[in-house]
C-alpha cells in the first residue's frame, strides 16, 4: 500500500467505489474536487492496481483547530489497518493543532479511542438535498 499527502497525479478514475450506502453519493469528479479544497488529504493507493483504496481529510484554520470530516476505505479493503494508518498519518499532519475533532456513530467511538481521542457532544445540521455535492 502507498500513503500520500498530496493529490499529485490523483485523477476522478482512481476515485471508484466511494461513500457506500450513501443515498445520493458524489460522483467521482465531486469526490476529487472535496479532496482538492480539504486543507489536508491523505490517500491509500494499491500498487497493484494504481486505485486509491482509501481517504481521510482534515479541514483546518491552520492555528489551533481542525475538523476530520471524511475517514473512508473501500469496503473489500477494510479490517487490514489501513483506516489505522490513513488515521494515524493525518493526527501527524495536524500535530501542531490544538484541538482535532470529528463526529462519529455511537458504534465507532471505540474506534477512534484507541488514537487517544476523548468522546465529546456535538451537533450536526444535514442538508441533505445538498448531499451529492452537486
Same mark, same amino acid.
Given at each position: ?28 469528479? =465531486? ?12 490517500? !491509500?493507493?494499491?500498487?497493484? =492496481? ?6 481521510? =481529510? !482534515? ?6 483547530? !481542525? ?11 477494510? *479490517? ?18 490544538? /484541538? ?16 487517544? /481521542?476523548?468522546? *465529546? ?14
Amino acid at each position: 500500500m502507498i500513503y500520500k499527502n498530496s493529490l499529485e497525479g490523483i485523477s476522478s478514475d482512481m476515485l471508484k467505489g466511494f461513500f457506500v450506502d450513501w443515498p445520493n453519493p458524489p460522483n467521482p469528479q =465531486t469526490h476529487l474536487k472535496l479532496l482538492k479544497k480539504s486543507s489536508k488529504v491523505i490517500i !491509500a493507493i494499491d500498487e497493484n =492496481t494504481n486505485q486509491v483504496v482509501g481517504f481521510v =481529510t !482534515a479541514i483546518s484554520d491552520g492555528v489551533l483547530s !481542525a475538523y476530520i470530516p471524511f475517514l473512508e476505505v473501500l469496503p473489500e479493503y477494510k *479490517s487490514i489497518g489501513i483506516g489505522k494508518e490513513l488515521v494515524n498519518q493525518m493526527l501527524i499532519e495536524l500535530e501542531d493543532i490544538y /484541538m482535532i475533532d470529528l463526529c462519529c456513530d455511537d458504534d465507532l467511538v471505540p474506534y477512534y479511542k484507541k488514537f487517544g /481521542m476523548l468522546k *465529546s457532544n456535538g451537533m450536526s445540521f444535514r442538508n441533505y438535498k445538498m448531499q451529492s455535492g452537486r
